[in-house]
């Protein structure tokens, strides 16, 4: 009588079962939200281009009237000196002792490093504490940080990638809902539904700056002849 013996999996090699089949459904919804977020994106620079072309090129010549027109005006310098806290100082070396490049082991590692460090260098330059440790958190909880190999060292990459996928689908979330109130987004929508009713707003917007243009090159003239 023929039989097979089947190796009963570890708890450990369960785990790691679930976990990636969490992390395929989790980049699957990903995929899907990044998708509606460019689309939204590009649906926005598209508009933004359109709303440029026939407003935005009034605005910026009305802008550069007014700063004329405003000349006079003294802006005070400011002189800005760096001194750095110890605090700052203390979690510039913690982030250092992780990230710094000469601790890489492969050039390309050594690459990822160096950019890292770059970014950390320009915030404690800011002297942003918070972006120091943002990015301090970021790389503890990469999945490349994670050392060594076999069942347990993927678990835990594992584990970290499904929660890298979580906080990038609340990024795009909030990302969606920041976009959806914001002005550019409102403006699309309002100039789309008058478009419905014949009436074209961009135009409209156009013509208000022309009118507010010829009023201010008119201020800056008399400003000239007071001035001899």
Request: charged share 30%; net charge negative; aromatic share 4%.
């Amino acid at each position: 009588m023929n039989s097979s013996l089947v190796r009963q999996l570890t708890p450990e090699e369960l785990k790691l079962q679930q976990k990636q089949a969490e992390l395929i459904n989790l980049e699957t919804q990903l995929a899907q939200r990044e998708l509606e977020l460019a689309t939204v994106q590009a649906e926005l620079h598209a508009f933004e281009y359109r709303y440029m072309q026939v407003v935005g090129i009034r605005q910026e010549e009305l802008d550069q009237i007014n700063a004329q027109i405003s000349k006079y005006m003294t802006l005070l310098a400011t002189n800005h000196k760096f001194h750095p806290s110890a605090r700052l100082k203390q979690l510039y070396r913690e982030v250092a002792k992780r990230i710094h490049p000469d601790l890489a082991t492969d050039p390309e590692e050594r690459t990822r490093r160096e950019a890292l460090m770059a970014l950390v260098n320009k915030a404690y330059e800011s002297g942003n504490e918070e972006r120091l440790r943002a990015i301090l958190h970021d790389w503890e909880s990469s999945p490349d940080s994670v050392q060594g190999e076999g069942i347990t060292a993927d678990l835990v990459r594992t584990i970290r990638q499904i929660s890298q996928s979580q906080e990038r689908l609340q990024q795009i979330e909030y990302q969606l809902r920041h976009l959806a109130q914001s002005d550019l987004h409102q403006l699309r929508m309002k100039t789309q539904q008058l478009e419905k009713m014949g009436q074209d707003l961009l135009a409209e917007m156009a013509n208000r700056f022309d009118q507010e243009i010829s009023i201010a090159q008119q201020h800056l003239h008399e400003l000239k002849a007071k001035m001899g």
